[in-house]
């Protein structure tokens, strides 16, 4: 019988993003702050001695027409609702409501990675990730960060760069 889950040292913990990303053949780091008390993807970046700017969170949008959009901009920036939306070719994109976001996503408030939602979503991601050699987003699970580099993300899954922040 396999582990069970919550069993192990938090740091030997695999996600269903790392499986995905081994199923892929995508090489990653694995990073795990779950013993912290980091909350905020700026907190999380200090705790993970990295730069803010490198450390990305994921952001679910709706669009005028309906349609949900993801979005991965550094922790230290905020996403530009405009900016967005004419990345996507919406007249405006909002935020989703907190509680929509397990139903549609299968991810939690904290937790959310732009890799194995629950349906594929267009995706965009700030363009200064391409100024890094890799980047770190959430693992799909609060206390876990996965490092990966922008050429083997497009492996896995399919995504956009563009200005999508203040």
Do not use: W
Not at 3 to 13: H, I, L, M, N, Y
């Amino acid at each position: 019988m396999g582990k069970k889950a919550g069993k192990g040292k938090p740091s030997e913990q695999k996600t269903n993003v790392m499986r995905l990303l081994e199923q892929a053949g995508v090489p990653y780091r694995q990073h795990c702050y779950a013993d912290t008390d980091a909350v905020s993807g700026m907190e999380v970046a200090s705790v993970l001695g990295q730069d803010p700017d490198r450390v990305f969170k994921t952001l679910v949008t709706v669009g005028k027409s309906g349609e949900h959009y993801v979005f991965a901009v550094p922790v230290s920036g905020e996403l530009n609702l405009k900016k967005a939306a004419g990345a996507v070719g919406e007249k405006s994109v909002e935020m989703i409501k907190s509680k929509e976001l397990l139903p549609l996503t299968g991810y939690v408030h904290g937790g959310c990675s732009p890799i194995g939602m629950k349906k594929t979503f267009v995706t965009v991601f700030h363009k200064s990730a391409e100024k890094y050699h890799t980047i770190f987003f959430s693992a799909g699970r609060i206390g876990y960060q996965v490092e990966v580099s922008l050429s083997d993300l497009k492996k896995i899954i399919l995504f956009s760069l563009a200005d999508i922040i203040e």
